[in-house]
């Protein structure tokens, strides 16, 4: 007889708790297109493996990468809505070794995915704000 309560996909809750790790999400943060990154972008334009995470696992993840001194965590808000925004360190201000001590990922594949142009959910809602408090400079949203 066929266990149902098994996992019968990879798509499954179950089997993306096991995969989804801190170090992963970290990871990911990093590499996320733009100088910032958020929960919300993170679940609509991470990897499909991390698009579920939960805004706890986020914001644990993101404090980890501050302690580290990879960036900063910032609660921005709107009239509408307030968020987590994590501002990654810019390439030129990391040392060589910051980035590889931590094993998160290249420091040529940070630098290129920092200079990209941030996610459009980002753009839309937090563009003002962020270059107002001076956290991206204007032209990193040419459309």
């Not at 900063?72 to 709107?78: D, E, V």
């Amino acid at each position: 007889m066929l266990n149902r309560s098994a996992p019968r996909s990879r798509g499954s809750t179950f089997y993306r708790s096991n995969l989804v790790t801190s170090r992963g999400i970290m990871s990911a943060i990093l590499l996320m297109s733009g100088p910032v990154c958020s929960h919300q972008a993170m679940n609509s334009n991470g990897p499909k493996m991390l698009r579920h995470i939960t805004s706890g696992q986020f914001m644990n993840a993101a404090t980890k990468l501050q302690d580290a001194n990879l960036g900063t965590l910032f609660s921005l808000q709107t009239r509408q809505t307030s968020q987590y925004i994590f501002i990654k360190k810019p390439p030129a201000e990391m040392s060589e070794g910051l980035i590889q001590n931590q094993d998160l990922c290249r420091i040529e594949e940070y630098t290129y995915r920092y200079n990209m142009r941030p996610p459009a959910s980002i753009i839309r809602k937090w563009k003002p704000k962020l270059v107002e408090l001076g956290f991206v400079p204007e032209d990193h949203f040419k459309e």
